[in-house]
């Protein structure tokens, strides 16, 4: 998912939390990051190499350090969490905090369970026996495996052999 740039009009605090909190509330994991901050990165690389999805909210800072259009958003964010630092992780409207507090809750094991809401370790089940069903696994083995098939295994699985 492309990371969006929030340009909140918001003139007021109060409807600069209304704009945070509708941003929490879009996605199930939700990333308050900056550009060059390699603590943004680490978190973004550890969700990546996991296959999450998140919505990553860039508070951007203009070359003199200033606050952006985002500066509103930031100044809510942090009276929210009671930070200032980047990055910023929620999980299913929850904070879970910066860096250090996600990369934490990975280690221990907890991240992917709070995420995903489950602690079984994969994403599609098949239903069904027979033939249709072992079919059904084999290719979804093949779509969604971390290295991809030998040619022989994807023609054999997309090209079976026909019965005479």
């Known amino acids: 998912m492309p990371p969006i740039t929030p340009t909140t009009t918001a003139s007021s605090s109060k409807e600069a939390e209304t704009d945070v909190n509708a941003l929490i509330a879009s996605e199930r994991v939700v990333i308050f990051s900056k550009d060059g901050c390699p603590y943004c990165e680490k978190v973004k690389g550890l969700l990546d190499g996991e296959n999450v999805l998140y919505l990553e909210v860039k508070i ?7 606050e952006g259009p985002s500066g509103k958003v930031r100044e809510a964010l942090a009276a929210k969490v009671g930070r200032t630092s980047l990055p910023q992780v929620f999980v299913a409207g ?5 860096c250090d507090d996600t990369m ?3 280690q221990e094991g907890g991240l992917l369970k709070l995420i995903r809401g489950h602690s079984f370790q ?3 089940i098949v239903i069904g026996g027979g033939s249709g069903g072992l079919a059904a696994s084999k290719v979804s083995t093949l779509l969604t495996s971390k ?3 030998k040619p022989y295994e994807f023609y054999f699985y997309f090209h079976p052999p ?3």
């Open 147 to 149: 290295t991809p098939p």
């Open 104 to 106: 934490a809750k990975h």
């Open 122 to 124: 994969y994403d599609l």
């Open 162 to 164: 026909t019965l005479s």
């Open 94 to 98: 929850e904070h879970l905090g910066g």
């Open 60 to 66: 951007d800072t203009s070359s003199s350090g200033q």
